[in-house]
């Protein structure tokens, strides 16, 4: 079945370790976005990509970076700058550039801190 | 984008229709109006969005007031299964596809 895949669901991250959140989608998507999610909170943008090897940071990009190297693939490194990890993070895709069809998202991975 | 305004809950009775409503005053005439859900510690899931003219799918129905200035979502046989929090967003389409997530309406339907 077409989906967007985030691995793993639960990560624990050490103090100065930098973490990858994996994201693949097999819905031949060029957009693909993540976002944070604190308790009780909506979602705020982290990054987002239009188009391979190309991609801008959201609102909250400090202490985070992405790749985008291949279409189905955009994986985010929580580095050791970001200070307050602790949070659920949401991996959406959406079709056509600046169209109006709807974003999917992935099932989210949850990321606390030892 | 245009700010929503939300109820931040509401109670449904199981097999009633659930009218989830948005206040969006400020749209513009080129915003568009998506709803989704989100189950708790799931990732949201998608359920309709339209311009002006009003939306059904299997999932749910879209009211947009005349004037754009407001909407309604309709879950016309609420089960257990759909409670959960419901994000009305409104966007520019040609804007890069970013959704701004607020508080939502938390939904909960009891038997």
């Known amino acids: 079945d077409g989906g967007i895949t985030q691995s793993p669901k639960y990560l624990f991250r050490k103090e100065g370790q930098n973490v990858t959140l994996s994201c693949e989608q097999n819905?031949?998507?060029?957009?693909m976005y993540w976002y944070r999610q604190d308790p009780g909170q909506g979602l705020r943008l982290i990054y987002y990509?239009?188009?391979?090897?190309?991609?801008q940071k959201g609102d909250i990009a400090e202490g985070y970076s992405v790749s985008r190297e291949k279409k189905e693939s955009f994986p985010l490194t929580v580095t050791s700058a970001q200070k307050n990890p602790t949070a659920f993070y949401l991996c959406?895709?959406?079709?056509?550039?600046?169209?109006?069809?709807?974003?999917?998202f992935g099932d989210g991975t949850r990321l606390s801190i030892l | 984008d245009a700010k929503t305004t939300q109820p931040p809950s509401m109670d449904c009775a199981e097999g009633r229709a659930a009218n989830l409503p948005c206040n969006h005053s400020?749209?513009?005439?080129?915003?568009?109006v998506y709803w989704y859900r989100q189950i708790h510690s799931q990732g949201p899931q998608y359920i309709i969005h339209?311009?002006?003219n009003n939306e059904t799918n299997e999932m749910a129905s879209l009211i947009i007031t005349e004037d754009r200035k407001s909407s309604t979502l309709i879950l016309p046989h609420a089960t257990l299964r759909d409670t959960a929090v419901y994000y009305c967003?409104?966007?520019?389409?040609?804007?890069?596809?970013?959704?701004?997530f607020g508080g939502g309406t938390r939904l909960m339907v009891k038997p």
């Open positions: 339209g311009l002006k």
């Open positions: 959406a895709s959406s079709g056509r550039r600046y169209s109006n069809q709807p974003q999917h």
């Open positions: 819905l031949n998507h060029d957009a």
């Open positions: 400020t749209i513009s005439g080129n915003e568009y």
């Open positions: 990509s239009q188009i391979v090897n190309d991609f």
């Open positions: 967003i409104v966007r520019v389409a040609p804007a890069g596809n970013m959704l701004t």
